[in-house]
Every structure is written in C-alpha cells, then in structure tokens.
C-alpha cells in the first residue's frame, strides 16, 4: 500500500461487474448482532481432533510479505485519514471478491448450507422483520459484497469528489463492513481452504488477510470477539491470529 494506492480510489472503476440481486429482502445486521444462539454441527472441516491444514506448516506461515505488518498499514503523511481507511477498505473488498470469484464454484447451497466459520458457528443473517435466519453461504456472501459494493458506490458514504466529506456516520459503516468482511474471510478458511491449497495461493490469501487484521487492529475497524468468537462457538480464524502474532506476522503489543 502507498500513498499512490490512495489517490487511486478518487479515479476507482468498479472492477466488480454489479450485480442485480440487490438484497432487497434482507437488511444488514446490526452492530450488536451475535452469532446463533444454538450454533449448528458443522460437517464441512470441522477439526474433530485433526488440526486444521491453514494452521499446519508450512501453510501457516505462507506469506508474501515478510515481517511486520506495521509499517504498511501506518497512515502515510498528508492523507486524511478517513481517505485512507475508506481506500485500503475498498482494496480489502476488491481482493477478497477476486479470491472468492475464483473458488465461487466450489461454494453452492450444497456444499456451503450454511454460513459456516468455525467447528460449532453458522452466522446468520437478520432480515427486514430483525430476526436471525440461516442463509446458505453463496446466498449470504452475495448479499454481503452487493451490500459493500453499493455503499462503495455511493458518493454520499465512500465521496471521492475533491470538496465533499466523509459523513459522520463512516466510521461505523467501515467497521460495519468490516465485520461482514471478516465472516467471508472467516467462511473461506473453513470450508475452502483446500481449494486455496490447490491454487497455491495460500501465501496471497495469508498475506491479504493478515493485512487485513493489522489494518483493522490498527484503526479499531475490528472487535477482538468477532476474531475469536465465544466459548462454544469459536472462530477458526482465531488460532490464525494468535499464530501469527506469536510469529510476529501482526503485532503481538495488541490487546487480546
Ligand atoms: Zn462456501
């Protein structure tokens, strides 16, 4: 990331061709939505006493960058740092939607009934009359980036115009999107990391997401619970981030 990337979003192209199933019979979560109550058993990669391939060697420390995060995620000098935030948003979702395009055929209401993240954790989605419901993965991920690639779109919540500011409102949205971008994260190393494996793109998609968690730490886009989880119903992805700050990979001074 450099101070040119953030210039960059005032000229963005959606790279995404948009979708026209706007989600119109579901709304977005709030911020105060938990996962299921009465988490389902999970089939699909479960670690039943086998450890999870992303946490073995050598794939675990797969990486396109070595070192600490830190320095890349540091606000450059003379950028607002709302611009900065919004930027490396959009770039967060834009690598993540190319990665979940190419194993997309692997994630179908067969395989994905579920958005599942963990052994024992299915998030749900809440829809237009507040309650928690199931959708299959696909479904749920569909809504999720049509969902961010609207707000991108939206001058009024992501301005790219020179004169126009950042609405009060978007630091919550940001960590709003965050969150629902973090649970696609989270459902690809569960249930697709073998077909990560088998496009040898593990060390892109370590290195992504674990740019993504220091971004996140660094600008509080990231609550600590939604990375690990609660007792009984714990993210996968939360052995990754104690992995890798015992590495050094992230910040290890991060509150836990
Ligand atoms: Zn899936």
Redo the contacts with the bound molecule.
């Keep these: 990331m450099s101070f040119f990337n953030s210039l960059g979003r005032m000229n963005r192209a959606p790279a995404r061709p948009k979708r026209s199933t706007t989600p119109t019979s579901a709304t977005f979560p709030s911020a105060s939505d938990q996962p299921p109550s009465s988490p389902q058993p999970q089939s ?1 990669g479960g670690s039943g006493g086998t450890k999870l391939l992303y946490l073995c060697s050598p794939f675990v420390d797969a990486a396109l960058v070595t070192g600490n995060f830190k320095t890349i995620v540091m606000l450059p000098k003379y950028v607002d740092v709302m611009e900065w935030v919004a930027c490396n948003v959009f770039d967060f979702y834009q690598n993540l939607n190319l990665f979940y395009g190419v ?1 997309s055929e ?3 209401q067969q ?2 009934p579920t ?2 993240a963990g052994p024992s954790l299915n998030y749900t989605w809440i829809n237009t009359d507040r309650k928690h419901v199931q959708l299959p ?2 479904t749920y ?1 569909d809504y999720v980036m049509t969902w961010v690639q609207n707000l991108l779109d939206d001058e009024n919540t992501f301005p790219t115009k020179s004169g126009r500011d950042f609405p009060p409102s978007f630091p919550s949205t940001a960590k709003h999107v965050y969150r629902q971008l973090l649970r696609v994260f989270a ?2 190393y569960h ?2 990391y073998t077909q990560i494996l088998h496009l040898r793109s593990e060390p892109h998609f370590n290195s992504l997401f674990a740019h993504f968690l220091a971004f996140g730490k660094e600008y509080e886009l990231l609550d600590i619970k939604d990375i690990k989880g609660q007792p009984g119903a714990t993210v996968g992805i939360g052995a990754l981030w104690e992995r890798w700050k015992e590495t050094g990979i992230l910040d290890s001074s991060t509150k836990s």
């Design positions: 699909n194993i692997c994630c179908t395989s994905c958005m599942s993965a696909p991920i459902h690809i249930a697709h």
